[in-house]
């Protein structure tokens, strides 16, 4: 197991796959996953590719921390720079599911010199309207009041949160109203100045994730989305060999 201490905090990532190939990912997953739910992506992956996977704050076999100062987005967006540095990876396909997708979407704006390819899976680029974006952070907050009612067995419901090692229920409620939460405009703003090749893939059965989906199919300049049938919020993980299928003519394309 690897680990990288960043601001007193303990990261988990995994390094996998082929560490000489020219096209190296990083995969963030959602909220209340880890990076378990990737194994099936990994394993199809690892003979062409470099993946590199990790655990969020409060998630995973990642480092719960006490003081709720140290979950934001922001944290979060440096500890993908700082995993991507230790592993001497200038540029990489940036993706996640979920969360880890909007979180994917901030990055290229931070970084957009350290991403040659974006990949958002069963999530959406946030919302411009104030009133949406209460509703949403109402919805986050609810799910981290979770943890506080249920402790770690909330994790019960959806496939991709029984996956993983998770400690901490205190960390996930801390995930929850720090990281979960939403507070602008600008990742659903900067999704026309994207310039990178783009993957999206949404389950046709994620009902909530259907109208994010074909938003930013219209609004991103160069993408591809494809949808998966039979499959929920987490396609990866309900119709793999398809979600690989669409993964690897992608990554074959860039």
């Known amino acids: ?33 880890s990076s378990a739910m990737w194994q099936q992506q990994v394993d199809f992956l690892s ?9 969020m704050r409060g998630h995973g076999r990642s480092q719960s921390p006490s003081d ?7 944290a979060s967006l440096q500890d993908m720079k700082n995993i991507l540095d230790a592993c001497d990876v200038e540029k990489a396909v940036i993706g996640g599911h979920s969360l880890g997708g909007y979180f994917s979407i901030l990055f290229n704006i931070k970084y957009a010199e350290r991403v040659s390819g974006l990949m958002l899976f069963n999530t959406g680029p946030g919302f411009r309207n104030q009133k949406a974006r209460e509703d949403w952070n109402l919805y986050a907050l609810n799910q981290g009041k ?10 019960r419901g959806r496939i991709e949160t029984r996956l993983g090692h998770h400690t901490s229920a205190q960390g996930l409620m801390n995930a929850a109203e720090k990281m979960l939460t939403q507070h602008d405009a600008s990742a659903i703003d900067s999704l026309p100045s994207i310039k990178v090749p783009t993957l999206i893939i949404c389950g046709e059965q994620d009902k909530g994730f ?7 199919n219209k609004k991103i300049p160069s993408v591809t989305t494809v949808l998966i049938p039979n499959a929920r919020h987490a396609a990866n993980l309900d119709q793999p060999e398809l979600f690989n299928q669409a993964l690897g003519a992608y990554l074959s394309s860039l």
């Open 68 to 74: 709720i100062g140290a979950y934001s987005s922001s």
């Open 210 to 216: 259907l109208d994010p989906t074909a938003y930013m």
């Open 1 to 33: 197991m690897t680990y990288l201490k960043l601001d007193d905090t303990d990261i988990y990532y995994q390094d996998q796959g082929k560490q000489s190939a020219k096209t190296t990912l990083l995969l963030s997953h959602g909220y209340a996953a």
């Open 47 to 55: 003979e062409k590719y470099r993946i590199i996977s990790w655990d």
């Open 146 to 155: 979770r943890f506080e009612t249920k402790g770690l067995d909330a994790l």
